[in-house]
């Protein structure tokens, strides 16, 4: 990146914009950030350097960034606030700040602690929603009916990325990565696991169903184009690497024939994976595993799922509830 180019897209002086490209360099080829993830990281620094310049009337330079007090970051934060941003674009935005920081010191010596002091927005966390057993299995049925806009072969690979999300718990990205080598000793009845490359560059070793496993022999045995090695096994209609969006657009299409809340999403089969096995009674750490959770306190969310399942059902049936 040229530092001209730096210095307009970061708002930053020529020192500081370089820095600030190399970290997004470093977070894509060493920490293996997702395209998606550099992108915000990138928004996130345009913003704070944007604002710095106006705040302080001039491009930032490393020695402003070194010398920045918590009252300034403060006042990026609540900048951020007043145009509009949520709580959970503050907190990331923070965390961004925070990351880059981190990366300042140990690659170029500068280090600022006044980050450290500065505390993100408050965020409940969320309950993920799952659909039931129910929902699951009409979902899947439904998404194999192929038509006269939907060839068989599309409805094939539908249903196989959706069994691969519900009966493996992946998320989209991981089963829109998967290569004819990955699912190979599959279909060739060699292995009935899946070995998973996740978030952080993280490997697990997931467990197959065969129901799974017959849709992927499906999707393979329609498919009318030629899978080339080492590229994304699911195909979109004109040949290219699906899009996650398609998947996105099927669970839409789904839920309205299925009468299905807007929850109903294809992150929603992961949830269920989890907290149906949580149901049957599955180990949390066992779970833990097979989602890929770096910490078991992000698989604990599923035990108050259940929970409140639990407590649902309790009301409804209950004489005196």
């Known amino acids: 990146m040229k530092s001209q180019d730096a210095t307009s897209l970061f708002g ?61 970051f403060r006042a990026f934060l609540a900048h951020r606030r007043k145009s509009g941003a949520g709580s959970r674009t503050i907190a990331r ?10 990366w ?5 010596g500068i280090s600022n602690p006044a980050i450290s002091a500065v505390r993100g927005p408050h965020l409940p966390r969320a ?61 060739e009845g060699r292995a009935d696991i899946l070995s998973i490359t996740g978030k952080g560059g993280k490997t697990r070793l997931v ?4 129901a799974v496993t017959a849709a992927l022999k499906g999707y393979l045995g329609l498919v009318p184009l030629v899978l080339k090695p080492g590229a994304p096994v699911f195909r979109g209609a004109r040949g290219g690497p699906l899009s996650p969006r398609v998947i996105q657009l099927l669970t ?7 009468g299905l809340p807007e929850t109903a999403t294809p992150h929603a089969l992961r949830h269920s994976f989890a907290s149906h096995l949580l149901a049957a009674g599955a180990d949390l750490r066992a779970i833990q595993e097979l989602l890929g959770h770096a910490s078991l306190s992000t698989t604990q969310i599923y035990t ?18």
């Open 12 to 72: 930053l002086d020529d020192s500081a914009a370089k820095a600030a490209g190399d970290f997004l360099a470093h977070m894509g080829r060493l920490r293996r950030a997702s395209p998606r993830t550099i992108e915000a990281y990138a928004r996130d620094l345009r913003q704070f350097g944007a604002f710095l310049k106006d705040h302080f009337g001039a491009p930032a330079s490393l020695d402003v960034l070194m010398e920045l007090k918590p009252l300034d």
């Open 93 to 102: 935005q923070l965390s961004t700040l925070r990351s880059f920081y981190n």
């Open 104 to 108: 300042l010191e140990r690659d170029r």
């Open 127 to 187: 309950l993920p929603h799952p659909v039931n057993e129910t929902e699951a299995r009409a979902a899947l049925d439904l998404a194999k009916e192929g038509d006269a806009e939907r060839p068989a072969w599309i409805a094939a690979r539908d249903l196989a990325v959706l069994s691969l999300l519900y009966g493996c718990g992946l998320r989209i990205s991981e089963a829109l990565a998967l290569t004819p080598e990955d699912i190979a000793p599959l279909v």
């Open 207 to 210: 467990p197959v169903l065969p």
């Open 252 to 258: 839409a299409r789904l839920r309205g024939a299925l």
């Open 304 to 321: 108050r799922v259940d929970a409140a399942a639990l407590m649902a059902q309790y009301r409804k049936a209950h004489p005196r509830a």
